[in-house]
């Protein structure tokens, strides 16, 4: 997405999902609303026969008419699968909750192939969806074939997912003062910038480096590293570097430095790079999202500028304000609490931008993040 532009603009890789699909259009939740909205009568049936005692203002659903959409717990006690689709049928579709936000979803398996990831996507009701492109752990390369760029693409088309982006591999570091590991961060790096762009990819995410002896030196590098690579690999993919939580000598767990990364980088590239602002990291960094949700985002908007933000990354975290350490945890059970996401969720200047979940899965693929996704709908819906 261009610098000043929003979220919605990064869609331009994959033409097709994102000209049909606007955001806020999600197909499956159109259709349960149009459903909903066809049957005023239906609500009053279910209020006659008391389903639903304690529950507020139940909604209509679409497939069995007389019975109120399941709350977040509901869906919670039904067991679940481990693997394959949920079967959707009495009110169990993840997308139910109706939402009109940017994309919403969270970081998805590759297990068994990229093209896989995809179809994970409506598992859990996701309409924004991350992935790792190879192993990233691994310093060994995959070039996408023809056959497996296109499968991937057609699996994504599929979905109702209209914001997909990588995350880099966790071994490079861009701003390393060893030639060796420069060199081969670069490499993988390019590589990424390359695999993502032709698999169509709205953007990659990327943790700024290490600067290993001098701070001012690392940022600077890591600058350079950027800069070359953006200028050898053109295409839509955007590049989102990540806020930090500051342990050790990575660089980009403050505003200031973040924006003195992007700010070395020049004129002709500052509209294909933007921020992506972990909500765990920040906190972890010393950001008081919990107590002083405001003063946080005032100070990012004053040193960083919200026409950088192209994604938020939705995780609370099990580490402490101030602790530098980056533990992440379910949305309202941890540190940071639900106040925060609420405010997220509801506030207009990230109504636009691409929010995705990296949380504890759990015992499955599926249960946590579906419920998670269900919690922020309904936070931005104001319950
Ligand atoms: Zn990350
Ligand atoms: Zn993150």
Same mark, same amino acid.
């Given at each position: 997405?261009?610098?000043?532009?929003?979220?919605?603009?990064?869609?331009?890789?994959?033409?097709? !999902?994102?000209?049909?699909?606007?955001?806020?259009?999600?197909?499956?939740?159109?259709?349960?609303?149009?459903?909903?909205?066809?049957?005023?009568?239906?609500?009053?049936?279910?209020?006659?026969?008391?389903?639903?005692?304690?529950?507020?203002?139940?909604?209509?659903?679409?497939?069995? $008419?007389?019975?109120?959409?399941?709350?977040?717990?509901?869906?919670?006690?039904?067991?679940?699968?481990?693997?394959?689709?949920?079967?959707?049928?009495?009110?169990?579709?993840?997308?139910?909750?109706?939402?009109?936000?940017?994309?919403?979803?969270?970081?998805?398996?590759?297990?068994?192939?990229?093209?896989?990831?995809?179809?994970?996507?409506?598992?859990?009701?996701?309409? !924004?969806?991350?992935?790792?492109?190879?192993?990233?752990?691994?310093?060994?390369?995959?070039?996408?074939?023809?056959?497996?760029?296109?499968?991937?693409?057609?699996?994504? !088309?599929?979905?109702?997912?209209?914001?997909?982006?990588?995350?880099?591999?966790?071994?490079?570091?861009?701003?390393?003062?060893?030639?060796?590991?420069?060199?081969?961060?670069?490499?993988?790096?390019?590589?990424?910038?390359?695999?993502?762009?032709?698999?169509?990819?709205?953007?990659?995410?990327?943790?700024?480096?290490?600067?290993?002896?001098?701070?001012?030196?690392?940022?600077?590098?890591?600058?350079?590293?950027?800069?070359?690579?953006?200028?050898?690999?053109?295409?839509?993919?955007?590049?989102?570097?990540?806020?930090?939580?500051?342990?050790?000598? $990575?660089?980009?767990?403050?505003?200031?430095?973040?924006?003195?990364?992007?700010?070395?980088?020049?004129?002709?590239?500052?509209?294909?790079?933007?921020?992506?602002?972990?909500?765990?990291?920040?906190?972890?960094?010393?950001?008081?999202?919990?107590?002083?949700?405001?003063?946080?985002?005032?100070?990012?908007?004053?040193?960083?500028?919200?026409?950088?933000?192209?994604?938020?990354?939705?995780?609370?975290?099990?580490?402490?304000?101030?602790?530098?350490?980056?533990?992440?945890?379910?949305?309202?059970?941890?540190?940071?609490?639900?106040?925060?996401?609420?405010?997220?969720?509801?506030?207009?200047?990230?109504?636009? $931008?691409?929010?995705?979940?990296?949380?504890?899965?759990?015992?499955?693929?599926?249960?946590?993040?579906?419920?998670?996704?269900?919690?922020?709908?309904?936070?931005?819906?104001?319950?």
């Amino acid at each position: 997405m261009a610098a000043k532009k929003t979220g919605t603009k990064t869609g331009a890789a994959r033409t097709k !999902a994102v000209v049909t699909k606007p955001i806020g259009k999600k197909p499956a939740a159109k259709a349960v609303v149009k459903k909903a909205a066809a049957k005023p009568a239906v609500v009053k049936k279910v209020v006659v026969k008391k389903v639903v005692v304690k529950k507020p203002a139940p909604k209509p659903v679409a497939k069995p $008419v007389a019975k109120p959409a399941p709350r977040e717990e509901a869906v919670a006690a039904v067991k679940m699968p481990k693997t394959g689709v949920i079967p959707v049928g009495a009110g169990m579709s993840p997308y139910d909750i109706p939402y009109y936000g940017a994309p919403l979803g969270a970081h998805l398996s590759t297990a068994g192939g990229i093209a896989t990831a995809p179809p994970r996507a409506p598992d859990i009701g996701a309409t !924004a969806m991350q992935l790792f492109t190879k192993q990233a752990n691994q310093w060994k390369e995959k070039p996408c074939t023809d056959a497996e760029v296109k499968t991937f693409r057609t699996a994504l !088309a599929a979905t109702p997912v209209t914001f997909c982006t990588a995350h880099d591999s966790y071994l490079i570091n861009l701003a390393s003062p060893d030639p060796v590991l420069r060199a081969k961060s670069i490499e993988s790096f390019e590589c990424e910038m390359r695999r993502s762009n032709a698999l169509g990819l709205d953007a990659v995410v990327s943790h700024p480096g290490n600067f290993m002896d001098h701070r001012a030196d690392g940022i600077a590098r890591n600058a350079d590293a950027i800069t070359q690579v953006l200028e050898r690999v053109t295409g839509p993919t955007r590049l989102l570097m990540e806020l930090t939580a500051g342990q050790g000598t $990575v660089i980009g767990s403050t505003f200031e430095e973040m924006a003195d990364l992007l700010g070395q980088l020049p004129a002709a590239l500052q509209d294909r790079v933007g921020v992506c602002f972990d909500t765990a990291h920040v906190y972890a960094s010393g950001y008081d999202l919990a107590n002083d949700f405001d003063g946080v985002m005032t100070r990012f908007s004053d040193v960083v500028g919200f026409h950088r933000l192209g994604l938020l990354h939705l995780n609370d975290s099990k580490a402490p304000l101030a602790s530098k350490k980056d533990r992440h945890e379910l949305i309202g059970l941890g540190s940071i609490g639900e106040g925060a996401f609420r405010r997220i969720m509801t506030d207009q200047r990230f109504a636009a $931008v691409p929010k995705v979940l990296e949380t504890p899965k759990g015992d499955d693929m599926i249960t946590n993040d579906r419920r998670m996704l269900r919690k922020l709908r309904a936070f931005a819906g104001g319950r």
